[in-house]
């Protein structure tokens, strides 16, 4: 039988705790539940209000991986849902992960948590603007710091603060809170600054997405301000090679980047990180911090 757990007064049957899901590291899945449990405070405030999509990978990263929006099979009738809009024609139900009930239920069924930039109650009107920096090899995060320093001092000029986190796999991605703007109107502002960075960092950045130009240089995905795209959410846990995880990063560690490795960051490194930092991307969810987007 699977051990019950009870999470706020909710009785959660956790499975195969024992189960290796990262060979590289030995890392099992009652340690990577374990993780999540311990930094529910940071990953939850980012989550709240978001309808959640999974990329589940009940074997591992080398194992079976599927990316699912839609509500899972079996999922508990006290688990919040919401309606969003799928398309112009039809709506559909996506979980929201509000507690660490949810956040526990949902880590159970192996997955990495990804979120748009708006939020449940309002739809396609992003609060946070987003710019995945993605390196074509063999340029590595070190180029992807360069493109954006760059960056956080163009979105600087327009009057927005730029944070920063790894992606948890090779990139980096920077993200400016904004007043509610619709999702079309941030998509056009971020292809701009894209073409703009494009325009000053010849050879390094690059705005556009076929692959054949891609070799050394860093892609700033403006993409994923659509309303239908979704991004890594901070602290979540990657279906990588090792259990990486999605890390907010202080732009000391940015600027002071020489060696890839240097921004790579696993499970056990979150704990003391949020101990001697706290949230670095908690003004994100402060309200106060929100900027209007500028007008181009």
Same mark, same amino acid.
């Given at each position: 039988m699977s051990p019950i757990t009870e999470v706020e007064g909710r009785r959660l049957p956790l499975t195969h705790l024992d189960k290796v899901l990262y060979p590289a590291t030995g890392t099992t899945k009652g340690e990577v539940l374990h993780y999540y449990a311990g930094t529910a405070g940071a990953l939850l405030a980012h989550l709240y209000g978001r309808p959640v999509s999974f990329?589940?990978?009940?074997?591992?990263p080398g194992g079976q991986r599927f990316f699912t929006k839609n509500v899972p099979p079996g999922t508990p009738s006290w688990v919040r849902t919401a309606e969003v809009p799928r398309s112009r024609t039809r709506d559909a139900r996506q979980v929201l992960v509000q507690d660490l009930s949810s956040l526990m239920w949902a880590a159970n069924l192996v997955v990495e948590f990804h979120t748009p930039q708006w939020q449940a109650d309002a739809p396609a009107l992003a609060d946070r603007l987003v710019?995945? %920096?993605? +390196?074509?090899?063999?340029?590595?995060?070190?180029?992807?710091?360069?493109?954006?320093?760059?960056?956080?001092?163009r979105l600087s000029a327009d009057g927005l603060t730029a944070y920063a986190k790894t992606s948890g796999?090779?990139?980096?991605?920077? %993200?400016? +809170?904004?007043e509610p703007t619709p999702s079309d109107e941030v998509s056009a502002y971020a292809r701009t600054l894209a073409v703009e960075a494009e325009a000053a960092l010849p050879g390094l950045a690059l705005h556009r997405m076929k692959r054949a130009l891609r070799p050394g240089k860093v892609f700033v995905d403006h993409s994923q301000n659509a309303a239908a795209k979704t991004t890594a959410t901070p602290y979540t846990v990657r279906a990588r090679d090792e259990p990486t995880v999605s890390t907010p990063v202080t732009w000391e560690e940015v600027e002071g980047c020489t060696d890839p490795a240097g921004l790579v960051f696993r499970i056990d490194d979150i704990g003391p990180r949020l101990g001697r930092y706290g949230d670095l991307l908690g003004p994100l969810i402060n309200r106060n911090r929100a900027r209007p987007l500028p007008r181009t």
């Amino acid at each position: 039988m699977s051990p019950i757990t009870e999470v706020e007064g909710r009785r959660l049957p956790l499975t195969h705790l024992d189960k290796v899901l990262y060979p590289a590291t030995g890392t099992t899945k009652g340690e990577v539940l374990h993780y999540y449990a311990g930094t529910a405070g940071a990953l939850l405030a980012h989550l709240y209000g978001r309808p959640v999509s999974f990329l589940r990978y009940p074997d591992g990263p080398g194992g079976q991986r599927f990316f699912t929006k839609n509500v899972p099979p079996g999922t508990p009738s006290w688990v919040r849902t919401a309606e969003v809009p799928r398309s112009r024609t039809r709506d559909a139900r996506q979980v929201l992960v509000q507690d660490l009930s949810s956040l526990m239920w949902a880590a159970n069924l192996v997955v990495e948590f990804h979120t748009p930039q708006w939020q449940a109650d309002a739809p396609a009107l992003a609060d946070r603007l987003v710019l995945d %920096l993605d +390196p074509g090899d063999p340029a590595t995060v070190v180029e992807c710091c360069t493109v954006a320093r760059w960056l956080r001092e163009r979105l600087s000029a327009d009057g927005l603060t730029a944070y920063a986190k790894t992606s948890g796999a090779k990139g980096l991605h920077l %993200l400016a +809170p904004l007043e509610p703007t619709p999702s079309d109107e941030v998509s056009a502002y971020a292809r701009t600054l894209a073409v703009e960075a494009e325009a000053a960092l010849p050879g390094l950045a690059l705005h556009r997405m076929k692959r054949a130009l891609r070799p050394g240089k860093v892609f700033v995905d403006h993409s994923q301000n659509a309303a239908a795209k979704t991004t890594a959410t901070p602290y979540t846990v990657r279906a990588r090679d090792e259990p990486t995880v999605s890390t907010p990063v202080t732009w000391e560690e940015v600027e002071g980047c020489t060696d890839p490795a240097g921004l790579v960051f696993r499970i056990d490194d979150i704990g003391p990180r949020l101990g001697r930092y706290g949230d670095l991307l908690g003004p994100l969810i402060n309200r106060n911090r929100a900027r209007p987007l500028p007008r181009t």
